[in-house]
């Protein structure tokens, strides 16, 4: 039994299912590659890290490291950013009539793959942001600022949990990505990152899972409706990092059974962490400097990758969505309810909702570009670094600061200064049984 268990593990993480899953739904290859090397999987190459495999000849310098238009590194750019250079890049073959190979020639750093659907490519593209930055800077000021900061705050606590948890096991485990060939990868920006567990299958799978736990303590709604839609969208992520040639099927579905335990461990412990966080005047200071450790204590990496600082944007947002959260109460903001739940749930102010969005993501951008600037010039000083060079922003001693005090800094201001000034302007939202 053991032994069939062990050829279906490594029959899961055969990276040619990957490829035939992409063809099936229409990304193919751009220029002749060589014939598919399909390794062994076994103890030796499973723990093989990147750097091994960057001396195959199946790897090349372009499948590692994401540049721009000038041949530089770009270390602040996003899915997004992808999404773009295919668009542009598609936009210029059909205005010149180039044809894949001339463009290649032309380009030679540019994409190695076309597109033959773009509908299962969008679809793919925007399933895989709902497990993305972009989804967590829509999510929780969305929730905070028009729904429920309670469920909210309780959500981050597990999103930190989950997330620290899963980043970690990975480095530690240092099992490489999918093999190029035959798997085309379209994310560059995470190339260089090792893939099991997969933490996007862990957020997709734990995150909607736990916000349906949580808000059907406190509203009345369907269960089953919720865990439904938990369901289509965790399926949706996985299925997408699958499409984007980031994972392995093993990847993915190891990230689901790893976060459902997750939330089977941690979630009876959420209602008294929030408890602590809200009554006790000094958990802000505790907050930030339990982020500093954990960081600190985080596995050492065996060659730069996105993960730390991923990691560490994860820890000062919480981080600073818990401490905001503790203020507003403990200045008297913050009042319980008349009436315990379960509470009928009621439509917001959908103009509202615009107008609070939309200062709210001022208020956000403001504070990041200024933050982030001020954090990395101070620091760059005191070490004697050329704050210009984006190679000064691999450095740990950098990196830390640099990205955690920004985004502890953004938490802050999406749960305490935004709020503020909502209340001031007349603009918020009713907060009667939707914070505590």
């Known amino acids: 039994m053991w032994n069939y268990l062990r050829s279906y593990v490594i029959w899961l993480h055969e990276p040619e299912h990957v490829a035939r899953f992409q063809q099936y739904f229409g990304i193919v290859p751009k220029i002749d590659r060589p014939p598919d090397v399909i390794p062994t999987l076994n103890e030796t190459n499973l723990n093989k890290n990147n750097n091994n495999n960057n001396t195959d000849n199946t790897f090349s310098n372009d499948d590692n490291v994401q540049r721009n238009s000038n041949g530089k590194n770009s270390y602040d750019?996003?899915?997004?950013?992808?999404?773009?250079?295919?668009?542009?890049?598609?936009?210029?073959?059909?205005?010149?009539?180039?044809?894949?190979?001339?463009?290649?020639?032309?380009?030679?750093?540019?994409?190695?793959?076309?597109?033959?659907?773009?509908?299962?490519?969008?679809?793919?593209?925007?399933g895989a942001a709902l497990g993305n930055e972009i989804f967590y800077i829509l999510f929780f000021p969305t929730w905070i600022w028009n729904v429920d900061g309670a469920v909210a705050r309780k959500i981050s606590i597990l999103w930190a949990f989950f997330m620290?948890?899963?980043?970690?096991?990975?480095?530690?485990?240092?099992?490489?990505?999918?093999?190029?060939?035959?798997?085309?990868?379209?994310?560059?920006?995470?190339?260089?990152e090792y893939g099991f567990p997969s933490t996007h299958a862990m957020f997709a799978a734990g995150i909607p899972l736990s916000l349906v736990l949580l808000s059907i303590q406190r509203?009345?709604?369907?269960?089953?409706?919720?865990?439904?839609?938990?369901?289509?969208?965790?399926?949706?992520?996985?299925?997408?990092?699958?499409y984007l040639g980031m994972h392995t099927f093993l990847d993915i579905i190891t990230g689901t059974l790893y976060a459902l335990l997750l939330v089977y461990i941690m979630f009876p412990y959420v209602d008294a962490i929030d408890n602590f966080q809200l009554n006790y005047s000094f958990s802000p200071i505790l907050?930030?400097?339990?982020?500093?450790?954990?960081?600190?204590?985080?596995?050492?990496?065996?060659?730069?990758?996105?993960?730390r600082s991923d990691t560490t944007v994860i820890l000062g947002s919480a981080f600073g969505l818990c401490s905001a959260t503790t203020a507003m109460h403990q200045i008297g903001l913050l009042q319980r309810?008349?009436?315990?739940?379960?509470?009928?749930?009621?439509?917001?102010?959908?103009?509202?909702?615009?107008?609070?969005t939309?200062?709210?993501?001022?208020?956000?951008?403001?504070?990041?570009?200024?933050?982030?600037t001020l954090v990395l010039r101070i620091t760059c000083a005191i070490y004697g670094l050329d704050w210009k060079n984006p190679e000064t922003k691999r450095l740990a001693k950098v990196e830390m600061p640099y990205y955690y005090l920004t985004y502890y800094a953004i938490g802050f201001t999406i749960s305490f200064i935004c709020p503020l000034f909502f209340r001031a302007i007349g603009i918020n939202r009713d907060y009667s049984y939707t914070e505590l």
Request: glycine content about 4%.
């Open 337 to 356: 309810p008349l009436t315990p739940p379960i509470y009928a749930i009621i439509a917001p102010n959908l103009g509202l909702c615009i107008v609070r």
């Open 77 to 126: 750019s996003n899915v997004l950013d992808e999404c773009m250079n295919e668009i542009k890049h598609n936009a210029h073959q059909n205005k010149h009539g180039t044809t894949q190979n001339t463009y290649t020639k032309e380009h030679p750093s540019e994409l190695d793959y076309k597109i033959t659907s773009w509908f299962w490519y969008y679809f793919f593209q925007f």
């Open 358 to 372: 939309i200062i709210g993501m001022l208020f956000v951008y403001a504070t990041r570009q200024i933050v982030k």
């Open 164 to 192: 620290y948890i899963g980043q970690a096991t990975k480095d530690i485990l240092a099992i490489p990505r999918p093999a190029s060939p035959p798997v085309l990868k379209l994310e560059k920006r995470y190339v260089e």
């Open 287 to 307: 907050n930030f400097c339990i982020g500093i450790i954990l960081i600190k204590c985080y596995p050492s990496l065996k060659q730069w990758s996105t993960a």
């Open 219 to 242: 509203y009345d709604f369907n269960l089953w409706v919720g865990l439904s839609c938990a369901a289509i969208v965790c399926v949706w992520v996985c299925l997408s990092r699958i």
